[in-house]
């Protein structure tokens, strides 16, 4: 599979992330093809729509639609495909096995995860020995308002890596996909750091907005209270990624709060989640994170407080 080309896709998990790329990998003349459940009959009818919007003043800047190949709720009628795109939440991963014994070729297929958080493709690697595993962390703003009907606040970029940085040449066949598309995109040398990149935004800006009680970004950012623990959470994501041998420079967490600033009112997905009655991503984007740090020896109080917070409130929905 060295240095191949992707030449068909499936997606399971058609929610905003999902198809925010698989739009735009469809848009490009890509192969995908799609895995639906309660929507399937919607994105057949209609196919999927992305808007991008501003955020400030919610003026619709761009309309784009498009057809995949084929919408199906049975993975059969796909077959094999050469990568399968995973963005459905890291809740239901267990659940994704049996399609994926379908969709996954040995020797032809790659897998690759657009979700939050730690472990998913560890998750995959144990269920699926042999098969390249690769992961796109996504710094995007983008909302599921309809079946089938994204909304983008903010087209942000992609790092792609592989596990254990086993498989480079198939992951920057994904980010060459991507990067053809109109996706900015870049390849990431090592996957464990572009994790605990990512978890400085997602660790306080979907917990505080949890927290804080269902409250969107920019009501974290105007409250001194809530900046000043958003920061404490980032540094210390920033010295577990340290005692997992990766540097994070103040100045990248400086931008986590300049990049926020541009988003305006924007709820992120676990605040969705939970005010929509779905399972919230509590393990993989706090609670994982939460045990890596604190089995390297490293003290986290401010990230015990909010996953102990975060679970309270999941609890109490409940």
């Known amino acids: ?49 992305i808007t991008r919007v501003d955020p400030q003043s919610g003026e619709v800047l761009h309309e784009t ?40 070729a040995p020797g032809r297929t790659s897998i690759l995860t657009l979700q939050n958080g730690m472990g998913n493709a560890e998750f995959y690697a144990r269920h699926f020995p042999g098969t390249p595993v690769l992961s796109g962390l996504c710094f995007v703003c983008v909302n599921r308002v309809a079946p089938g009907v994204v909304e983008n606040y903010h087209p942000g970029r992609v790092e792609i890596g592989s596990l254990g940085d086993r498989w480079p040449e198939l992951a920057q066949s994904a980010v060459t996909s991507l990067q053809s598309a109109g996706v900015k995109t870049v390849f990431a040398a090592s996957l464990d750091a572009a994790l605990w990149r990512k978890l400085c935004w997602n660790v306080p800006f979907n917990g505080l907005a949890i927290a804080g009680g269902a409250i969107a970004c920019d009501q974290i950012l105007a409250d001194p209270a809530h900046r000043a623990r958003a920061r404490r959470l980032m540094e210390e994501v920033q010295r577990a990624a340290e005692k997992a041998g990766h540097r994070i420079e103040d100045s990248f967490l400086d931008g ?55 679970n309270e409130a999941v609890g109490r929905r409940a």
């Open 256 to 310: 986590q709060f300049a990049v926020t600033e541009k988003m305006g009112a924007y709820q992120p997905s676990s605040l969705i989640d939970l005010i929509e009655q779905r399972p919230v991503e509590v393990e993989a984007i706090w609670g994982e994170p939460l045990r890596r740090g604190q089995a390297s020896g490293l003290p986290m109080p401010e990230m015990a407080k909010l996953y102990a917070e975060i």
């Open 1 to 49: 599979m060295k240095g191949r080309t992707i030449q068909s896709w499936a997606l399971i998990g058609p929610g905003a992330v999902g198809l925010n790329y698989a739009g735009a990998l469809l848009a490009n003349g890509e192969v995908l093809h799609v895995l639906g459940r309660s929507d399937a009959a919607a994105l057949k009818k209609q196919g999927i729509t």
């Open 65 to 104: 639609g498009v057809r995949p190949t084929s919408v199906t709720e049975d993975a059969a009628r796909i077959g094999p495909v050469d990568c399968v795109l995973i963005a459905a939440k890291a809740t239901v991963n267990a659940a994704l096995i049996e399609p994926l014994q379908v969709l996954v």
